[in-house]
């Protein structure tokens, strides 16, 4: 979940917005910019921004949210007519069939009203900050001395891959950290960045989180935890992050460091934890280059006191 307010980037972390790339991010061919989701907070920032470029970027935003409400309300009446046989057809005859098409008809509809919502909504609320691997963040690198706020992917292609080479390993959004001296050591040491966050998620089994072995027959539950340090507080995220050929464009994508589980959040079913530096190790993070290893790892090692406490999350 990130840092939503664009001035605290400013303010607190001394990072402004790449514009240039956040041009290259909308500005894209269409089949590629439907792939490219973005949390709507990130892409709120540009409402009120009065930079010319900035409010370009504002204008594409909403021409592709515009093209997203029609998909979605073609969509709709589709399950809706779906719904309505459904319906239809239970009048005369129950049937699997029907009932099936039925509640999955129904839970569409529910999700497409509220994604139809979130297009027009200009109220903030908590889901517009969520990111999923695959989507674009906000990401704070060092560029030419200053540091710079650039939308990259969740999920990492390393150098060298292809898109054919990732999608076999579509994990690296994470990147261990007893790895990154040999898996990812192209990066470590070279291309360092920070992400702003405020919660973080986890998939867990039921079981696990209840503490306690499955029952017989049971079969394994998945739940979905929201994990936020107590003290409240911004979590500076450590990240590795490659830029990439793709096409005719260049792909900016990035992975969390993750490292063994904080005791709270391994007793709540998870085995890693994202690794949260403290702030005034944020600009020897991001210049990483001539630094020994040792001073790397010791930044990784000396976190802030936070304790995670978790819920279960709300669905998105």
């Known amino acids: 979940m990130i840092q939503a307010d664009y001035e ?19 500005w894209s061919a269409p089949d590629r910019a439907k792939k490219r989701r973005r949390p709507k907070a ?25 093209e997203r409400e029609t998909e979605l309300q073609q969509e709709l009446f589709k399950q809706k007519k779906r719904q309505a046989d459904a319906e239809r057809a239970l009048l005369t005859k129950v049937t699997k069939k029907a009932q099936e098409d039925l509640r999955i008809s129904t839970d569409k509809i529910s999700k497409l009203k509220l994604d139809l919502d979130d297009l027009q909504r200009v109220e903030p609320l908590a889901r517009d900050r969520r990111f999923y691997p695959g989507n674009y963040a906000p990401v704070i690198v060092m560029e030419n001395g200053r540091k710079v706020i650039k939308p990259m992917r969740y999920r990492c292609r390393l150098p060298g891959w292809t898109a054919e080479v990732e999608r076999k390993y579509d994990t690296t959004y994470n990147a261990r950290r007893d790895k990154i ?12 960045a920070v992400i702003v966050v405020s919660a973080f998620y986890e998939n867990v089994e039921r079981h696990n989180m209840e503490q306690r072995e499955l029952a017989e027959g049971e079969k394994s539950e998945n739940v979905v935890l929201e994990f936020r340090p107590k003290p409240e507080q911004d979590m500076v995220i450590a990240c590795l992050w490659n830029e990439s050929p793709d096409g005719d464009e260049a792909l900016l994508s990035f992975a969390a ?29 991001l210049t990483p280059e001539g630094r020994p ?24």
């Open 8 to 26: 605290k980037y400013v303010r607190h972390y001394g990072a402004t917005m790449s514009l240039e790339d956040f041009v290259m991010n909308v």
């Open 42 to 66: 990130m892409e709120d920032w540009f409402r009120n921004l009065g930079d010319p470029k900035a409010q370009e970027i504002w204008h594409v935003i909403q021409r592709q949210r515009a």
């Open 181 to 192: 001296e040999t898996s990812w050591q192209a990066l470590f040491g070279h291309r360092h």
């Open 257 to 285: 460091i993750t490292d063994d589980p904080a005791p709270e959040v391994a007793a709540a079913g998870h085995d890693r934890t994202i690794i949260q530096i403290k702030p005034e190790h944020i600009e020897a993070w």
């Open 293 to 316: 290893a040792e001073e790397l790892q010791a930044i990784l090692d000396d976190r802030p006191q936070a304790y995670y406490e978790h819920q279960v999350a709300k669905a998105a």
